[in-house]
């Protein structure tokens, strides 16, 4: 399943809000999960089960979708939120992961 | 604390061999589906294997099957990656994780738990 982001980088201000979008060429029914990624360090699960924030997470970040049209949105975006962000489908073998976005400080 | 620390990386020829070790501290190893994901340098994710928790069922991305073999021993808290027949597009950092499995139930592959990672480069 190939998985697609959009757009590949974005150009915001902190306080904004931000939508980052994922594709599946397939369903993947709710299999999804958001991560975020900063330079040097581990992917980090903000989502999972499409909508369900992982222990710790803020409550700024929400995920929504199914089937195959998923988004992420960080409401007021913080500094510590400019990274790149990845989708990942858990639906089907071979697990697929989408390029990344990244979420970058105007 | 619930940890996964890698070790085994290196700088290893085009054709060599390699293992990748993982080991798990604060977590009930046993019953998690294990995974590696790599990420080339300057790349994105890429999902590599899995090994569900009682070790009999794997699964390898297409790029490394018949190459890597992923197995797991509960009693030592621990998941390894053989890798054999390696090749310069194998050169990534190696992560382990963990995929979810919450107290209502829900056990899904979405990997709330990452080693630091371990660097693998594969060059003559």
């Known amino acids: 399943i190939l998985m697609t982001q959009s757009p590949a980088t974005l150009s915001l201000s902190p306080g904004e809000s931000v939508t980052l979008s994922c594709s599946a060429s397939?369903?993947?029914?709710?299999?999804f999960a958001w991560y975020q990624q900063k330079p040097g360090q581990a992917p980090r699960l903000l989502i999972y089960?499409?909508?369900t924030r992982a222990t710790g997470v803020p409550a700024r970040f929400s995920g929504s979708g199914s089937g195959t049209e998923f988004t992420l949105t960080i409401s007021s975006l913080q500094s510590e939120d400019f990274a790149v962000y990845y989708c990942?489908?858990?639906?089907?073998?071979?697990?697929?992961f989408g390029q990344g976005t990244k979420l970058e400080i105007k | 604390e619930v940890q996964l620390v890698e070790s085994g990386g290196g700088l290893v020829k085009p054709g060599g061999s390699l293992r990748l070790s993982c080991e798990a501290s604060g977590l009930a190893f046993n019953i998690y589906t294990m995974n590696w994901v790599r990420q080339a340098p300057g790349k994105g994710l890429e999902w590599v294997s899995s090994i569900i928790s009682g070790g009999i069922y794997t699964y390898y991305a297409d790029s490394v099957k018949g190459r890597f073999t992923i197995s797991r021993d509960n009693a030592k808290n621990s998941l390894y990656l053989q890798m054999h027949s390696l090749r310069a597009e194998d050169t990534a950092v190696y992560y382990c994780?963990?995929?979810?499995?919450?107290?209502?139930?829900?056990?899904?592959?979405?990997?709330?738990?990452w080693g630091q990672g371990t660097l693998v480069t594969v060059s003559s």
């Open positions: 089960a499409a909508s």
């Open positions: 990942q489908q858990y639906d089907n073998w071979p697990r697929t």
């Open positions: 994780s963990r995929g979810v499995y919450t107290n209502n139930g829900y056990k899904g592959d979405a990997y709330d738990v």
């Open positions: 397939q369903t993947v029914t709710k299999n």
